[in-house]
């Protein structure tokens, strides 16, 4: 099976057949690349790629524009030709520009060929500098007056830093991938520091920051040994200003050195108390975006940290008629489809995000009438049945399901038995080298939790009868624990997984926390969710009491699946995740103690969509 469109009936107008419609007429005209000079003085590294000549020979003087804001050059300078210059810029560049879009590409503040230094992770200061560089923009001949933002991952939470900025002229983004909570979406994915970011994307970011050529041949996105540092603009053809930038760059912040000052959501850095989480985050500004940029996200069960997280929250705290929500079986950036199930040979998506992206911006920017408002807001697949289902809410109607924890097993009846199962903890446990969080260290991993079956082994584990029919999940599960510690912290990781009746182990989903942020709040109006909200603030941290049993509740990430007559389901769980996250707490492994059976016991409730006898 694919996760084409068509498989399903999702779409009134399938993006496979919208682009049909759509077809490129332009050709790609040579980027023209310049500085911008900010506010305080710092230059930022541009270009421009405008349509030029349609194949009908057909002029055309402006364009909407669609801007995108990378930290990962938009443009590298080759030794040799035919290397692709662009390769974090290209699939942008190949798909709108030849449909009569204007594409902006801008070395964010601190990267690239930019001058200036990053003080924090998507820095305030760059949201300052996307108003300047929408104001640049929008003054061009070559611009309709209409201007978009999109890009994975950092790019896209970039696209809504520029919704942000309440310039008239941004009127739609399509964030791809991107965190709304530069905290808990992730940096501190249930309030535990992942060392997979604060780590290993430090090294990437260095390396193309410091213009480390040997440390990049690392990453299979960077390793074209054509590839010499980012490209000078056209003033600079010595590069003598792009040396210089560099330089700068040298003196940028480290992740992994400010990650601590960071341990509390919205808490201020020592140094500067108006530096923290929110002020990096885009969900701090979505009050400046409803009701004035449509916003379209996008994400996947296979995405990285909790990034889908934010995608969901974003769409629930916007809730505009134009605001839409795509989640697909994909890894961060849909470099693969993550599904066991998806075609053979095919791990690349079949599923074209961009021509949806675009039929949104045609709406939204060229004023065309596509008619996507007659379609249902929210478009989710289901992992496999391979099927796409679309709802007009998030989450999707659905029953709760409740399953009771036994020793071992998943029980659809409780029991008024109390009995206690114990779990030690071991630092050494992890979820593998070949999980959702591999891409965001820029990893080219394709085949996802393939020796799933030898690390989840080592945890504790809870099995479902076989089922009798087909069970449809959509939505999020939620993990209710009883549980105490031996230590006054720990970390829960939780999993989901589907045992075939042929004995093989599928992962499914998982959640984690920290037990410090257990606490349990009402979300605010500017952070809707769709699951226990936590502020992750110092004041609402709360020690254990060791060898105390406490109500403790874990939401796992959502999903769409379904398991399959005669599959079980299994819960597993652990108190580390050696590969990606930090130990908690430090060099103490807790011993855990779960209550099972009477009016506190442990339950997993299910979202469930449609049962099939």
């Known amino acids: 099976m694919s996760d084409l469109d068509i498989n399903g009936a999702a779409w009134n107008v399938p993006p496979s057949e919208y682009i049909k419609q759509r077809p490129a007429t332009w050709k790609i005209g040579e980027p023209r690349s310049r500085y911008l000079r900010m506010r305080d003085g710092c230059e930022l590294a541009l270009d421009v790629y405008l349509p030029v000549v349609q194949a009908n020979g057909a002029s055309q003087e402006s364009f909407p524009v669609i801007a995108v804001m990378t930290p990962y050059y938009r443009r590298f300078q080759v030794t040799e030709p035919g290397a692709e210059a662009a390769p974090n810029i290209a699939i942008y560049r190949d798909f709108f520009v030849p449909r009569g879009y204007a594409l902006v590409v801008l070395d964010v503040r601190g990267s690239g060929a930019s001058f200036g230094r990053r003080d924090a992770f998507r820095s305030p200061k760059e949201r300052g500098d996307y108003l300047e560089f929408a104001q640049w923009i929008a003054s061009q001949s070559w611009c309709n007056g209409s201007i978009g933002a999109t890009g994975i991952s950092y790019l896209g939470a970039a696209s809504c830093f520029l919704g942000s900025t309440g310039h008239p002229a941004v009127k739609a983004v399509a ?19 992942c060392k997979t970011v604060t780590s290993n994307y430090d090294d990437l970011i260095r390396a193309l920051d410091w213009d480390q050529r040997d440390e990049l041949k690392a990453y299979s996105y960077f390793s074209d040994p054509r590839y010499a540092g980012p490209a000078p603009v056209d003033d600079d053809p010595e590069g003598i200003k792009v040396r210089q930038a560099v330089e700068e760059h040298k003196d940028s912040f480290m992740l992994r050195d400010m990650a601590a000052e960071m341990s509390f959501r919205e808490e201020g850095c020592l140094h500067d108390p ?17 009701g004035k940029v449509a916003v379209y996200s996008v994400s996947g069960w296979y995405d990285g940290s ?58 939204h920017l060229a004023g065309m009438h596509t008619d996507i408002d007659g379609e249902a807001p929210v478009h989710y697949f289901c992992t496999h049945a391979e099927e796409w289902r679309n709802s007009s809410q998030w989450p999707p109607k659905s029953d709760a399901q409740i399953l009771h924890l036994a ?90 997984s589907e045992l075939d009746a042929a004995g093989n182990l599928h992962f499914i989903t998982d959640g984690c926390l920290r ?72 060099g103490r492994p807790p011993l855990y103690a779960f209550q099972l059976g009477g009016p506190q016991g442990c339950t997993l409730r299910l979202p469930v969509v449609a049962h099939k006898p």
Request: charged share 20%; with cysteine; net charge negative.
């Open 306 to 363: 909790a990034f889908v997280h934010g995608s969901i929250s974003r769409f629930l705290t916007l809730k505009g008629p134009s605001d839409r929500l795509l989640l697909g079986p994909w890894d961060h950036g849909a470099r693969a489809n993550g599904s066991p199930w998806r075609s053979e040979g095919q791990s690349a998506p079949e599923f074209s995000i961009l021509a949806e992206v675009l039929r949104f911006f045609d709406q």
């Open 515 to 586: 037990l410090a942020h257990r606490h349990v709040s009402e979300p605010p109006a500017k952070y809707q969710t769709a699951w226990p909200f936590r502020d992750y603030s110092r004041e609402h941290a709360e020690r254990m009491t060791p060898s105390q049993m406490e109500r403790v509740q874990v939401a796992l990430l959502p999903i769409g699946w379904t398991l399959k007559a005669g599959s079980r389901l299994k819960l597993s769980l652990s108190g580390a995740d050696a590969e990606h996250f930090q130990q908690v707490p430090h």
């Open 175 to 193: 964030p791809l991938f991107a965190v709304s909570d530069t905290y808990s979406d992730h940096v501190f994915p249930g309030g535990i520091m």
């Open 274 to 290: 108006d530096l923290h989480s929110g002020a990096c985050s885009p969900y701090w500004y979505l009050h400046e975006v409803a």
């Open 407 to 496: 020793p071992g097993k998943l029980r659809g009846e409780g029991t008024s038995q109390i009995e206690t199962v114990e779990y030690q903890t071991k630092f050494t446990v992890s979820s593998g080298t070949d999980t959702r969080f591999e891409r965001l260290s820029a990893q080219p991993t394709v085949d996802y939790y393939k020796h799933w079956h030898s690390h989840e082994r080592q945890m504790l584990s809870f099995l479902s009868e076989p089922l009798q029919g087909d069970l449809e999940l959509g939505g999020h599960p939620l993990l209710d624990l009883h549980v105490s510690s031996s230590e006054s912290d720990g970390a829960i990781f939780a999993y989901l």
